[in-house]
């Protein structure tokens, strides 16, 4: 079965700084996504940035980036150029590649200070 | 990317009462989700809503509680029935195009009192 962990309940950021969010995941397949997803007060789940599993390279999204360490199982957001914006439920999910569910992790509460 | 229309967003319901929620997508995805979020928690997987036949249900989530239905392949309704306190939740709806792209609504943000 997937788990995805996420240690961090709550991270805060001055405006403008890095920031990066922490995930580790477990899977018995060779063959999975792994997501960061952002949720606003508003609720509404947005796809940060998506990374396959198969790939080397680390997944970038404009100030948003990966480290994806796959021995370890770790899969890290990096934020750069905080802006309050950014303040929401970050959640760490990862999809096996034979199914379509999603497992997500426990999320972190970012807080982007002015 | 897709747009999921999600309601009602919020509603107040009495105990022993059912909520139907109604998700619609506004075009053709492959699958559709209902998750329930607790609050401060993380999202839940209920059901995978298929069309034409009954839903597929996570563990410790029933049909006679969670009715699910799916006519076509935009849309799609969660019902909870027979509501208790502890039906007190956000429930999501979700979609997915091609085997990755996950789109969510807004959610409704249930109360049972």
């Known amino acids: 079965a997937q788990t995805v962990t996420q240690s961090q309940p709550e991270m805060s950021v001055q405006e403008a700084e890095t920031v990066t969010l922490s995930c580790t995941y477990d899977t018995s397949e060779s063959d999975y996504y792994l997501f960061w997803y952002k949720q606003p007060p508003s609720r509404q789940m947005i796809l940060v940035i998506r990374q396959e599993a198969y790939k080397q390279q680390n997944a970038t999204e404009n100030r948003f980036s990966v480290n994806f360490q796959k021995a370890a199982k770790s899969f890290s957001l990096k934020i750069s150029d905080s802006q309050l914006g950014d303040a929401a439920m970050y959640f760490c999910?990862?999809?096996?590649?034979?199914?379509?569910?999603?497992?997500f992790g426990k999320g972190t509460k970012l807080t982007v200070n002015p | 990317s897709a747009v999921i229309s999600q309601k009602p967003s919020r509603d107040i319901c009495q105990r022993g009462t059912s909520l139907t929620i109604q998700c619609q997508v506004d075009?053709?995805?492959?699958?559709m989700f209902w998750y329930r979020q607790q609050p401060g928690q993380s999202l839940t997987l209920i059901a995978t809503a298929n069309q034409g036949s009954e839903a597929t249900y996570e563990s410790g989530f029933v049909i006679d509680k969670f009715p699910i239905s799916r006519p076509n392949l935009t849309f799609s309704t969660l019902t909870v029935s027979n509501m208790s306190p502890e039906d007190s939740s956000i429930y999501l709806c979700?979609?997915?195009?091609?085997?990755?792209?996950?789109?969510f609504g807004q959610g409704t943000r249930l109360t049972v009192v």
């Open positions: 999910a990862s999809q096996q590649g034979g199914s379509e569910k999603l497992v």
């Open positions: 075009s053709q995805v492959t699958m």
């Open positions: 979700s979609a997915l195009r091609g085997k990755t792209e996950a789109f």
